[in-house]
């Protein structure tokens, strides 16, 4: 589904992908792990177009979509889900949830993905006509994965769903990754919370100052003492 290849991103001199190589295929959960500063989030947002590469390939659905513009990568059906919530603040938990959908002309389904979004959710059910810039940090992470669950995306890039969230929040956020998985779409999920992810996700990367070191199936990672050491506290 999506094949990177080679992937160089710069900001000015800095160069925060040095030739990143990653697959993913349709169907599957996989994650990146990293420490800060690793480029976890600048790859994100070099695939949904936020950044333009300096140099390799980006093959998403079978065609070339490096340095093409976020409108048409989003119409194309990647949602990105960016790190520290941004919802919009003044306007209702509701009309957040519908903006999801604004491509979308099936209005009946719509209609039903909101109900489902509710259900999965029924904290922002509670809050729906509530101004989004009022929720806390965890409502507006739920509504940040809300609106990209509305609009139904073949690949969702999620980045670092948990952070800062109470535990309990974290596993419902964790639960419904695997559900939307389940249902059809495909995830990229970036997470400092190695454990977590490791636990649903088929596959993951490792990646350190802009390269991947270490790659493979969730299990082989969990395996890894070199991961073990690095990410998951040596357990
Ligand atoms: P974290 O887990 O801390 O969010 P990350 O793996 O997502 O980290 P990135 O945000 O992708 O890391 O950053 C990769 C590198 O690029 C870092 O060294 C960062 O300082 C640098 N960087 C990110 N954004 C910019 C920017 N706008 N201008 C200059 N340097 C940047």
Do not use: C, W
């Amino acid at each position: 589904m999506l094949h990177i290849k080679d992937l160089n991103v710069y900001y000015g001199n800095i160069q925060a992908l040095k030739g990143v190589t990653l697959d993913i295929e349709e169907g599957e959960i996989v994650t990146l792990i990293g420490a800060n500063g690793a480029g976890k989030s600048t790859l994100l947002k070099t695939l949904s177009g936020l950044i333009k590469p300096k140099k390799g390939s980006i093959e998403y659905l079978g065609k070339s979509i490096a340095g093409k513009p976020a409108q048409s990568i989003v119409k194309a059906g990647m949602s990105h889900v960016p790190e520290g919530r941004r919802v919009f603040s003044n306007m209702t938990v509701e009309e957040n949830l519908e903006l999801g959908a604004f491509l979308r002309k099936d209005k009946q389904e719509i209609q039903k993905n909101l109900q489902k979004v509710y259900e999965i959710f029924p904290r922002l059910f509670e809050r729906k006509k509530q101004l989004a810039g009022t929720l806390s940090g965890g409502e507006q992470q739920m509504l940040a994965m809300g609106r990209a669950i509305m609009a139904k995306p073949k690949l969702l890039l999620l980045d670092e769903p948990s952070m800062g969230l109470a535990p309990i929040i974290v596993r419902t956020i964790f639960q419904v990754i695997q559900e939307i998985n389940e249902e059809g779409t495909t995830v990229l999920l970036v997470e400092q919370n190695a454990h977590m992810a490791l636990s649903i996700a088929h596959r993951g990367y490792v990646i350190e100052t802009g390269k991947v070191v270490l790659s493979g199936s969730a299990q082989e990672l969990q395996e890894s003492d070199e991961l073990k050491q690095a990410y998951l506290g040596g357990h």
